[in-house]
């Protein structure tokens, strides 16, 4: 990406940076050569960054380009919020008390320049400031009564840094240059910026920690940088060209704000969040595909004027799924009326539809990967031990917890099954997805389409390898390429 420093008066900046050119705004605002421009980093360095100020506009109009604005916009509107400063001061208390627990005047400013202060010791809370807001000049003030607050919180321009602290910030800045990803040291000079999204502790990640080095391995030898972020990174996203959702998408999680917003910034990503809205959703699910005439189990939409019509449709044993239910979690499954009332009851109080689906037991289901509706993997997956799932929570033994699976060729998927996930992904529009299919009786029945299915090290690259990694970063290189999203 081409990077621009823009500042009211570039004679006065003593920043040497590499593949940095340091322009004024009113050249930015103004030239037409720079509104045609492509692939492009704006460092907005403005004096004022106040509602219809240059600075403003420099990263207004530059969202407008296309370009990648640093602060962006809304960066700048959150400073005015007037409930930031609550939601910040808690967000950041324990790191506050503990770094500001040794000062004895009641007030204290912190200076913020590309993320660091003057003194080491405010190294933390400094960076922490700016990952939040991702504004290169912050002031942050702190009053104390019974414990430290923030008082205010306010970006500041190049005139108002004290002549004591310039020497400092243009080192700062020289630092903050030389870095690739803006508060990680460069390791390489890419061609584009990958954040891969991982969550600690995810319950059901979608890939195992030696697919993600993979994927890191084969996207650095395809020019990416790589970073591998977690949920409290999402103010750094503008930062990045590409994103890779790899924890557990819900609506109302973490990875669903990132694809929203990546959306709405114009980083190329997998996977989108229309694809998180739609297959986390069963009720659209079994509409969608019953409007398309897909096979699936007999499927009811519970409610709670027709519980009691439902198991004439489906029968018993019959299978209840919440309708955000994703890794088999929310899935039970009733053998009886009493369990099936007892269930639905519990499940209705929770949600205002259920879903309701005919039991259709089989030694496997089918996984077929879908890459931009292209096959990328065919998997088999194995019930647990002694269940009816491929995920047994409650199994006592970890190992218990899934079963086996075997990787295919795709050329040996049964064509019927083949065509199946093809048109189901369809459903759902551009991105990865892995349709999970039974075959019972010979028919092939549709029972989930996943928007972000597993990719483990070991599972689903057991048949083609590093392809499988390789061909879903070149896709997010084609997005970049073409000016996708």
Same mark, same amino acid.
């Given at each position: 990406?081409?990077?621009?420093?823009?500042?009211?008066?570039?004679?006065?900046?003593?920043?040497?940076?590499?593949?940095?050119?340091?322009?004024?705004?009113q050249?930015?605002?103004?030239?037409?050569?720079?509104?045609?421009?492509?692939?492009?980093?704006?460092?907005?360095?403005?004096?004022?960054?106040?509602?219809?100020?240059?600075?403003?506009?420099?990263?207004?109009?530059?969202?407008?380009?296309?370009?990648?604005?640093?602060?962006?916009?809304?960066?700048?509107?959150?400073?005015?919020?007037?409930?930031?400063?609550?939601?910040?001061?808690?967000?950041?208390?324990?790191?506050?008390?503990?770094?500001?627990k040794?000062?004895?005047?009641?007030?204290f400013?912190?200076?913020?320049?590309?993320?660091?202060?003057?003194?080491?010791?405010?190294?933390?809370?400094?960076?922490?400031?700016?990952?939040?807001?991702?504004?290169?000049?912050?002031?942050?003030?702190?009053?104390?009564?019974?414990?430290?607050?923030?008082?205010?919180?306010?970006?500041?321009?190049?005139?108002?840094?004290?002549?004591?602290?310039?020497?400092?910030?243009?080192?700062?800045?020289?630092?903050?240059?030389?870095?690739?990803?803006?508060?990680?040291?460069?390791?390489?000079?890419?061609?584009y910026?990958?954040?891969?999204?991982?969550?600690?502790?995810?319950?059901?990640?979608?890939?195992?920690?030696?697919?993600?080095?993979?994927?890191?391995?084969l996207?650095?030898?395809?020019?990416?940088?790589?970073?591998?972020?977690?949920?409290?990174?999402?103010?750094?996203?503008?930062?990045?060209?590409?994103?890779?959702?790899?924890?557990?998408?819900?609506?109302?999680?973490?990875?669903y704000?990132?694809?929203?917003?990546?959306?709405?910034?114009?980083?190329?990503?997998?996977?989108?969040?229309?694809?998180?809205?739609?297959?986390?959703?069963?009720?659209?699910?079994?509409?969608?595909?019953?409007?398309? !005439?897909?096979a699936?189990?007999?499927?009811? =939409?519970?409610?709670? &004027?027709?519980?009691?019509? #439902?198991? /004439? @449709?489906?029968?018993l044993?019959?299978?209840?799924?919440?309708?955000d239910?994703?890794?088999?979690?929310?899935?039970?499954k009733?053998?009886?009326?009493?369990?099936?009332?007892?269930?639905?009851?519990?499940?209705?109080?929770k949600?205002?539809?259920?879903?309701?689906?005919?039991?259709?037991?089989?030694?496997?289901d089918w996984?077929?990967?879908?890459?931009?509706?292209?096959?990328?993997?065919?998997?088999?997956?194995?019930?647990?031990?002694?269940?009816?799932?491929?995920?047994?929570?409650?199994?006592?033994?970890?190992?218990?917890?899934?079963?086996?699976?075997?990787c295919?060729?795709?050329?040996?998927?049964?064509?019927?099954?083949?065509e199946?996930?093809l048109?189901?992904a369809?459903l759902? !529009?551009?991105?990865?997805?892995?349709?999970? =299919?039974?075959?019972? &009786?010979?028919?092939?029945? #549709?029972? /989930? @389409?996943?928007?972000?299915?597993?990719?483990?090290?070991?599972?689903?690259?057991?048949?083609?390898?590093?392809?499988?990694?390789?061909?879903?970063?070149?896709?997010?290189?084609?997005?970049?390429?073409?000016?996708?999203?």
């Amino acid at each position: 990406m081409n990077k621009y420093i823009v500042v009211n008066h570039p004679e006065n900046w003593e920043v040497l940076a590499e593949n940095v050119e340091i322009i004024s705004a009113q050249a930015y605002l103004t030239n037409p050569e720079y509104s045609r421009l492509k692939k492009v980093r704006i460092f907005n360095l403005c004096k004022d960054y106040s509602y219809q100020s240059k600075g403003y506009y420099v990263s207004l109009l530059a969202e407008a380009r296309g370009h990648m604005a640093i602060p962006t916009v809304k960066n700048i509107v959150d400073l005015r919020e007037p409930k930031l400063v609550k939601i910040v001061s808690e967000e950041f208390e324990d790191v506050i008390q503990h770094s500001l627990k040794n000062i004895k005047a009641s007030e204290f400013t912190l200076s913020i320049y590309f993320g660091q202060n003057v003194a080491q010791k405010y190294k933390e809370l400094s960076a922490m400031f700016y990952r939040h807001f991702q504004i290169p000049f912050l002031r942050v003030n702190f009053v104390r009564t019974n414990k430290w607050n923030i008082k205010s919180i306010k970006a500041i321009s190049e005139a108002e840094i004290p002549e004591d602290h310039k020497e400092s910030m243009y080192q700062f800045a020289s630092q903050y240059f030389s870095k690739k990803r803006y508060d990680t040291p460069r390791q390489n000079i890419a061609e584009y910026d990958l954040a891969i999204l991982v969550k600690k502790d995810d319950p059901a990640p979608p890939s195992n920690a030696k697919a993600i080095k993979r994927f890191t391995e084969l996207a650095e030898k395809m020019d990416f940088y790589v970073e591998i972020v977690t949920p409290r990174d999402l103010s750094r996203l503008s930062a990045f060209d590409a994103l890779f959702i790899r924890q557990s998408t819900e609506v109302n999680n973490e990875a669903y704000a990132f694809a929203r917003k990546a959306q709405q910034e114009g980083i190329a990503l997998v996977d989108y969040p229309d694809a998180i809205l739609k297959c986390c959703n069963k009720v659209f699910m079994a509409e969608a595909l019953e409007n398309a !005439g897909i096979a699936t189990p007999k499927t009811v =939409i519970v409610h709670k &004027n027709n519980t009691h019509q #439902v198991l /004439e @449709i489906t029968g018993l044993p019959v299978v209840l799924k919440s309708p955000d239910s994703t890794f088999s979690f929310g899935v039970k499954k009733a053998g009886t009326e009493e369990e099936y009332k007892e269930l639905v009851q519990q499940m209705l109080k929770k949600s205002d539809l259920v879903i309701a689906q005919e039991f259709s037991p089989s030694d496997y289901d089918w996984r077929i990967g879908i890459l931009d509706n292209k096959p990328l993997f065919a998997c088999r997956y194995y019930m647990a031990k002694g269940h009816w799932q491929i995920y047994n929570w409650d199994a006592e033994k970890k190992d218990d917890q899934d079963g086996n699976a075997d990787c295919l060729p795709i050329e040996k998927v049964p064509p019927k099954i083949l065509e199946m996930a093809l048109k189901s992904a369809k459903l759902m !529009g551009k991105g990865l997805y892995g349709i999970d =299919i039974k075959e019972v &009786n010979k028919r092939p029945m #549709v029972i /989930e @389409i996943n928007d972000n299915p597993n990719i483990d090290f070991g599972v689903e690259d057991a048949y083609y390898g590093d392809q499988v990694y390789i061909e879903i970063l070149s896709a997010l290189k084609s997005r970049l390429k073409k000016g996708e999203i």
